[in-house]
């Protein structure tokens, strides 16, 4: 591993890039005062939790791969049907059996199982409602490359790494790449599934109420406009996406019964001109994909796309800019960053976006759960 010197300055800096630590974060880090603090009546239940803490940020790595063992095991299914003692698990997926005691263990210790007098595992509130929510066993599963990227940080944050993520999800590189129906259906799917929960808050947050005609664009295979055909019937809906992954749309549509009251268009926003007619424009995830002169564009468009009064709505995970959230900014900005083509960015920052190709009445409602998806909405005036 190569180590990081930060004794000494980097050259050439601005004035006043560097200040000396506060008194406090030096008297912190001695290893004196952490001694007696450790002893002291009033400070050792501190010690003891930020020990434990930084204790969980040191193996919180260790945590992620239980956690993925857990569900390329299929745990979550096999407990669903019955509650199972370390043999049969480990008879079952053929396991040694200590070795599986340890994995049991180390699930327990995690809060995914709880371990019956017994001696039988069952899942516990969390392990259960993994196994409910739509998507995450398959972008848990995928976590392996995201892994192998990051496996050399020093590396990685500075842009040393050509990272595997980026050739996982092929079609994020434009038109051109989105050539082959097959590959683009295995990853639309994936997008799909984790969609459910992101329409149920974007739709809490947004009312459409007074909206006509929907334009979702980059709206995959129609996951997004199936939730909004279901909760809002009077709406039209338009779906807008690359001609490899668009197509996918009209089956879920027609399972839906929408498909007399759905237009699919198949494009690129990058070569081809928004379709026209829409009330408001959705970019649901769309945007982290992308570097800020194509978002530019992509929001300019919209806007021509749009009639005054006409509304737009970004929806995605996004950063928590001057206050950072574990979600945006320990997660999806890396991921953004192994992506390499777009970056995750805070409600703020697509607020400015939004500004500069040309939106007013710009509104940043309090999200309801961040780790699924926060939102930005703006009107075209005239
Ligand atoms: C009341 C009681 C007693 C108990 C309640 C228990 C209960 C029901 C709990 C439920 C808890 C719950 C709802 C948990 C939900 C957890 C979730 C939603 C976790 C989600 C994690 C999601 C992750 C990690 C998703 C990551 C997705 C990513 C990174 C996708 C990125 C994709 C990109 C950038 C792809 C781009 C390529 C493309 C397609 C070309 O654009
Ligand atoms: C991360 S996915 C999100 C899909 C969907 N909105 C969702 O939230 O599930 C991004 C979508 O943008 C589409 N996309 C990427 N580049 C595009 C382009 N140049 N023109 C149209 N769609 C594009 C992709 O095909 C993909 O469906």
Not at 130 to 148: E, F, N, S, T
Not at 261 to 266: D, L, S
Not at 344 to 362: N, T
């Amino acid at each position: 591993m190569k180590d990081v010197d930060i004794s000494l300055p980097p050259p050439a800096l601005p004035r006043g890039a560097l200040r000396p630590a506060g008194w406090f974060t030096r008297l912190v880090a001695s290893r004196r005062f952490q001694k007696w603090a450790a002893r002291f009546p009033l400070t050792r239940r501190i010690v003891k939790s930020e020990g434990e803490a930084m204790f969980d940020l040191v193996a919180g790595f260790c945590h992620s791969q239980i956690l993925q063992a857990f569900v390329r095991f299929d745990m979550p299914r096999l407990l669903l049907a019955n509650e199972m003692s370390v043999e049969a698990l480990a008879m079952e997926l053929d396991v040694p059996q200590d070795r599986m005691a340890v994995l049991l263990s180390a699930a327990v210790a995690i809060g995914l199982l709880k371990r019956r007098r017994s001696g039988r595992y069952a899942l516990t509130t969390r392990g259960a409602a993994l196994a409910g929510v739509p998507g995450l066993r398959g972008m848990i599963d995928h976590h392996d490359v995201l892994y192998r990227d990051l496996a050399d940080p020093v590396a990685f944050f500075r842009g040393e790494v050509t990272t595997e993520l980026a050739g996982f999800w092929p079609y994020v590189f434009g038109a051109g790449g989105a050539t082959d129906p097959e590959t683009a259906a295995i990853y639309s799917q994936l997008m799909a599934d984790s969609q459910a929960l992101v329409a149920e808050d974007t739709l809490a947050m947004v009312g459409l109420s007074e909206s006509r005609n929907i334009l979702d664009v980059g709206g995959g295979t129609g996951a997004f406009l199936a939730a909004v055909g279901a909760a809002h019937p009077h709406l039209h809906l338009t779906l807008f996406d690359l001609p490899a992954v668009a197509p996918a749309a009209a089956q879920r549509f027609d399972a839906a019964g929408l498909s007399d009251r759905v237009t699919i268009v198949p494009g690129s926003f990058r070569d081809d001109p928004l379709p026209q007619g829409a009330d408001i424009i959705s970019l649901i995830r769309v945007l982290y994909d992308h570097a800020d002169e194509t978002v530019i564009a992509l929001l300019k468009a919209a806007h021509d796309a749009l009639p005054a009064g006409g509304r737009i709505l970004i929806s995605e995970p996004m950063t928590g800019g001057d206050s950072p959230q574990r979600a945006g900014d320990a997660y999806f900005a890396l991921y953004c960053m192994a992506m390499r083509t777009g970056r995750a960015r805070s409600q703020s920052e697509i607020a400015a976006l939004l500004s500069q190709a040309g939106f007013e009445e710009i509104q940043i409602p309090r999200s309801r759960r961040a780790f699924i998806t926060s939102v930005v909405t703006g009107v075209r005036k005239s």
